[in-house]
Nanobody
Framework: QVHFVESGGGLVQPGGSLRLSCVCSGFSFSAYDMSWYRQAPGKEREWVALIYSTGETNYADFAKERAIISRDNSKATLYLDIHPVTPDDTAVYYC???????WGQGIQVTVSA
């Protein structure tokens, strides 16, 4: 059974750094491309970044200069680092397996002074 444990959210100061983690189980993590999405209040869910099983990465335009998606296959863990964060980064963040269309439960990130 596919299972995700997301962590690293909470309240972050503007200009600070954010690291989200998504520990995955129930599938062969290393073989799958992985994505992060986010959904801000009152907005549709949007794609943030993708990391292929090969390690290559793609980013949404808003994330290209500030975000890094990475993975540790030995730990079956997906990461998202954002710096510097802005209030516009306030959202629920989800890890996602594109080829299985499986979603994490989401983790709240609030950027506020």
């Amino acid at each position: 059974q596919v299972h995700f444990v997301e962590s690293g959210g909470g309240l972050v100061q503007p200009g600070g750094s954010l690291r989200l983690s998504c520990v995955c189980s129930g599938f062969s993590f290393s073989a799958y491309d992985m994505s992060w999405y986010r959904q801000a209040p009152g907005k549709e869910r949007e794609w943030v970044a993708l990391i292929y099983s090969t390690g290559e990465t793609n980013y949404a335009d808003f994330a290209k200069e500030r975000a890094i998606i990475s993975r540790d296959n030995s730990k079956a863990t997906l990461y998202l680092d954002i710096h510097p964060v802005t209030p516009d980064d306030t959202a629920v963040y989800y890890c996602h397996v594109p080829h299985k269309n499986h979603w994490g439960q989401g983790i709240q990130v609030t950027v506020s002074a």
